[in-house]
């Protein structure tokens, strides 16, 4: 995409998916593209309680956890218009998707299965794989969030072969489809 090099977002750009599609590599590029912040509500969530996400859930139960992600979802959609990476958890609240689809836009950053697992296997920061059957494990996640990721208002699937510069201009191309999301500027 050569024409327009500038752009208006509209709205700010929630992407979902799962472990390891690319959500906070692809949003950073794609922020970088756009020239507006990118957000991480994980990050923002570590960052407010001053302990890691791991130690949230075990000291305050995934409740806790739940309602200040809804929280911090809430007043990043709230603030200057950027692209904002979710946890991988996200998206599969009614709450959040509710308030991500009235605030924002989301796009879902498809990856099938192998290509997933080809991206996480030799990684030792997801907790939720750290089991006996760890390509088990993703498998049952991804079955059981498909349904929801499928409710998101744009899709933009991945392919082995893209970097994450092509990734970025593929959501780029999917978001100009939508011009209450983004406008080019002459």
Do not use: C
Not at 4 to 11: A, C, F, N, S
Not at 62 to 89: K, M, N, P, W
Request: net charge neutral.
């Amino acid at each position: 995409m050569t024409a327009p090099e500038r752009w208006k977002l509209k709205k700010t750009v929630v992407l979902v998916g799962m472990m390891g599609a690319g959500k906070t590599a692809v949003g950073k590029a794609l922020a970088v593209r756009l020239a507006v912040p990118f957000l991480d509500s994980d990050a923002e969530i570590e960052q407010a309680a001053n302990m890691s996400i791991a130690e949230i859930f075990a000291r305050d139960g995934e409740a806790f956890f739940r309602d200040r992600e809804t929280q911090v979802i809430d007043r990043l959609l709230e603030g200057e218009r950027g692209i904002l990476s979710t946890g991988g958890g996200a998206f599969l609240s009614e709450r959040n998707r509710n308030l991500i689809s009235r605030k924002g836009v989301s796009v879902w950053l498809k990856a099938d299965l192998a290509l997933l697992w080809s991206r996480v296997k030799h990684k030792d920061t997801r907790p939720l794989l750290r089991t006996a059957d760890p390509y088990g494990t993703l498998r049952d996640l991804y079955e059981t969030r498909l349904p929801f990721y499928q409710q998101a208002d744009l899709t933009v699937t991945a392919q082995p072969d893209y970097s994450i510069d092509t990734m970025a201009e593929k959501v780029l191309e999917a978001l100009t489809t939508r011009e209450d999301v983004l406008e080019g500027l002459t």
